[in-house]
């Protein structure tokens, strides 16, 4: 998936685990079955997991996962992978990486979400909006959406005849002409089935805070398309806007063209190398359009 990717194996985890955290070396461990294309995740014990960035970006998000998600969990009502113990680069590996909580659950599908799930997605995304963003550190999706133009229209050219690029580009466009946001505030940067837990049909997790940090609320917005169906995709919508102001009307016209921008510039870069990422893409652009008639 990624041209200068690192690889990693059990074998590997082991023995940095026995140079690191000696503690641990004996303990179960095995791949976790993923799609992410940063990390590599490997179960360690019955509560423990080891992530291992892929690539140099993932190895420099550890730093901010173990400096703020301890002061971000205590603020919302979900489980997230806590983190236990940061790796140093060794044993052949460039990257440092990281060990954390294990938490139980299962990824969903693409827009799968009950209504319930629905209300939860929501309140765990304005528990995060009412955080003090005082020193936080920038999102990974922190640009104006306007300076995702060119990439955006890009991934347009790549998929003609992949998806309607004449609907999709009209889409973008709205995105582009509403009210820019009056202020960061904290997100989660990638609220995608991925990197969400499902537990008896209720949100049971969200994890890899990689993404975090201050930017448009409209990026979280994301959820919407990602993760839920278009009556779900109601709730959540009247759940995070309780007022029905022209300010929401233009954040959630953002969300939107966050969430093709992001499906679009997916789809065009794993269409042959990760096939469930590149359905989920293509899942979410449909989604939009059908919204969009």
């Given at each position: ?70 002061r ?62 005082t ?18 229209r ?17 889409v ?48 979280d917005l ?31 016209t ?12 997916e ?20 989604e ?6």
């Amino acid at each position: 998936m990624h041209s200068n990717g690192t690889k990693t194996d059990v074998a590997l985890v082991r023995r940095l685990l026995a140079a690191q955290f000696p503690a641990w070396a004996g303990l179960p461990l095995e791949p976790v079955d993923s799609h992410g294309t940063v990390n590599a995740v490997y179960r360690l014990g019955p509560d423990l997991a080891v992530r291992m960035p892929r690539v140099e970006g993932g190895s420099e998000d550890v730093a901010t996962e173990h400096r703020w998600l301890p002061r971000l969990a205590p603020h919302v009502a979900v489980a997230v992978p806590l983190p236990v113990a940061e790796g140093r680069p060794g044993e052949g590996y460039p990257w440092s990486w990281s060990v954390c909580r294990w938490i139980d659950g299962d990824t969903p599908g693409p827009g799968t979400g009950s209504a319930e799930f629905a209300v939860d997605v929501a309140e765990f995304v304005l528990a995060l909006r009412r955080l003090d963003t005082t020193g936080g550190p920038s999102a990974y999706r922190d640009e104006p959406l306007a300076a995702r133009d060119t990439a955006t229209r890009n991934a347009l050219e790549v998929l003609h005849g992949v998806v309607d690029t004449e609907a999709s580009a009209a889409v973008w466009s709205d995105a582009l002409r509403v009210p820019g946001p009056r202020g960061p505030v904290w997100v989660h940067g990638d609220l995608q089935p991925g990197n969400v837990l499902v537990a008896g049909g209720r949100l049971g997790g969200v994890i890899d805070f990689g993404c975090m940090g201050l930017a448009d609320p409209a990026v979280d917005l994301i959820a919407a398309w990602y993760l839920l169906p278009h009556g779900a995709r109601r709730v959540f919508r009247a759940k995070i806007f309780r007022t029905g102001t022209g300010a929401d009307a233009a954040e959630w016209t953002r969300g939107r063209g966050w969430a093709l921008s992001i499906a679009l510039m997916e789809l065009a870069a794993y269409r042959t190398t990760n096939p469930v990422m590149a359905a989920t893409a293509r899942h979410v652009i449909e989604e939009i359009l059908a919204d969009a008639h």
